[in-house]
């Protein structure tokens, strides 16, 4: 079974501090991982997959396997980036990828 | 475009009444799929769609139904409302399965 856990609900940083939101995930095949980003009154939308390896927003998420792991990270956190955070799981085509399993979501807040 | 949108946005329901929440992308995207998020929870899938004609439940689908007649609607149908199901309901869509999901706005449901 396809699992995601985030084990931070609320995570808060000063301006300018590095963030990292965790991401652990259980899965038996090769994932395709997600981060999708809500910011207030908008819609939920993708931030960035693992499989692009690309910087949005000055955030990065690196897919370890050994550890199970797609940490997102950013080096300086900025008052814009207070939003829900959910990382999510496919399983791929072959491995029952009509879905996304999420994790129950991080709420980041950056203080000034 | 409008992407996905969901109607209504809001509703408040009594126990035993149904209603149909409506979704609609204009991406023609075939894959669409139906999640419910509850307070301090992550989404959990209820119904999905890979093509017109074609539905399969997700995770939570007890208490809804859903059809698919057309590639740009995917209706989900509450037939007798029960508290258990308030919620907030997502609708979603992707042009393949392990690709990026687009969201609605969401429908705030509150059973009374």
């Known amino acids: 079974a396809q699992r995601v856990t985030q084990p931070e609900k609320l995570l808060s940083v000063f301006k300018g501090a590095p963030v990292e939101l965790k991401c652990n995930y259980s899965?038996?095949?090769?994932?395709?991982l997600f981060w999708y980003v809500q910011y207030s009154r908008q819609r939920l939308q993708l931030l960035l997959r693992h499989i692009s390896r690309e910087s949005i927003k000055g955030f990065t998420a690196d897919l370890n396997k050994g550890e199970t792991s797609f940490h997102l990270k950013k080096p300086f956190a900025q008052e814009e980036d207070s939003a829900m955070y959910y990382c999510?799981?496919?399983?791929?085509?072959?491995?029952?990828?009509?879905?996304?399993?999420f994790g129950t979501g991080t709420q980041l807040k950056v203080e000034l | 475009n409008a992407g996905v949108t969901q109607t209504p946005k809001f509703r408040i329901l009594k126990i035993g009444q149904s209603m149909t929440l409506q979704c609609t992308q204009d991406?023609?995207?075939?894959?669409m799929y139906w999640y419910r998020q509850d307070p301090g929870m992550g989404l959990k899938l209820i119904y999905y769609?890979?093509?017109?004609?074609?539905?399969d439940k997700g995770e939570v689908p007890n208490g809804y139904n859903v059809s698919r007649s057309t590639t740009e609607d995917f209706p989900l149908r509450l037939e007798l409302a029960a508290p258990s199901q308030t919620s907030v309901y997502f609708c979603?869509?992707?042009?393949?399965?392990?690709?990026?999901?687009?969201f609605g706005d969401g429908t705030r449901l509150s059973i009374l």
């Open positions: 999510a799981l496919s399983g791929g085509i072959t491995g029952g990828g009509n879905k996304l399993t």
């Open positions: 769609s890979v093509g017109a004609g074609i539905t």
């Open positions: 899965y038996s095949g090769s994932p395709e």
């Open positions: 991406m023609n995207h075939n894959y």
């Open positions: 979603a869509s992707s042009v393949q399965p392990n690709q990026p999901q687009h």
